[in-house]
């Protein structure tokens, strides 16, 4: 089965700062991962997805096969960045989506 | 056009008693889940839906929790006996392909708070 996982349960950074979340995968098969963010009294939406090579809101997520890490990463974090976000892997043959564990995420002044 | 959406929003129950989610996905959506967020964070699978088919529901708790899907349209998901553990955030998604569809997204309701007490 497709797994994923967050290290980290909380981050906090200051504004301006970079910051990154930690996701690893551990499947064989095609990695065409996902980053999912829930802000607060929003429901869960994509953010991006790695088949589409897309930045969004700033956040990029590089691929890396050798350390089977799909990280999220933004140069210059934003107040309105704080929210819950969840790494996923891709589809399976059985058409579940699942999550990681997540990383709630606290932008500071 | 409408997103996915879920009823009631926040619903207070005691111990014992019954209580039934209702979650309308966006229309045409053949796939439509049903997720768990409890004690904290990760958000937990408890079935998925191909239009009315049960094709999956290795998530759920136990027997106590009963899904249906009818007419393939809205589903809805039923506890009965609540228990206090069964609070937590209840999530209902759905996404518009067959399936295996690798860049396919899952849209989400805004989710409700099942309290027990």
């Known amino acids: 089965a497709q797994r994923v996982t967050q290290p980290e349960k909380l981050l906090s950074v200051f504004k301006g700062a970079p910051v990154e979340l930690k996701c690893n995968y551990s499947?064989?098969?095609?990695?065409?991962l996902f980053w999912y963010v829930q802000y607060s009294r929003q429901r869960l939406q994509l953010l991006l997805r790695?088949?589409s090579r897309e930045s969004i809101k700033g956040f990029t997520a590089d691929l890396n096969k050798g350390e089977t890490s799909f990280h999220l990463k933004k140069p210059f974090a934003q107040e309105e960045d704080s929210a819950m976000y969840y790494c996923a892997p891709p589809w399976g043959n059985d058409y579940k989506l699942s999550f990681g564990a997540g990383t709630t995420v606290t932008v500071r002044a | 056009e409408a997103g996915v959406t879920q009823f009631p929003s926040h619903s207070v129950i005691e111990k014992g008693q019954t209580v039934t989610l209702r979650c309308d996905p966006i229309?045409?959506?053949?796939?439509l889940y049903w997720y768990r967020r409890v004690m904290g964070k990760e958000i937990k699978f408890l079935l998925h839906f191909v239009k009315e088919s049960k094709q999956d529901e290795s998530g759920m708790p136990n027997n106590r929790f009963l899904a249906e899907r009818t007419g393939g349209t809205y589903s809805t998901l039923k506890v009965q006996p609540a228990e206090l553990e069964d609070s937590g955030v209840y999530f209902c998604?759905?996404?518009?392909?067959?399936?295996?569809?690798?860049?396919?997204?899952?849209?989400f309701g805004q989710g409700t708070r099942l309290t027990v007490v």
């Open positions: 499947y064989s098969g095609s990695p065409e």
């Open positions: 998604a759905s996404s518009p392909e067959g399936g295996g569809i690798m860049n396919t997204e899952a849209f």
């Open positions: 229309s045409g959506h053949d796939n």
């Open positions: 790695h088949i």
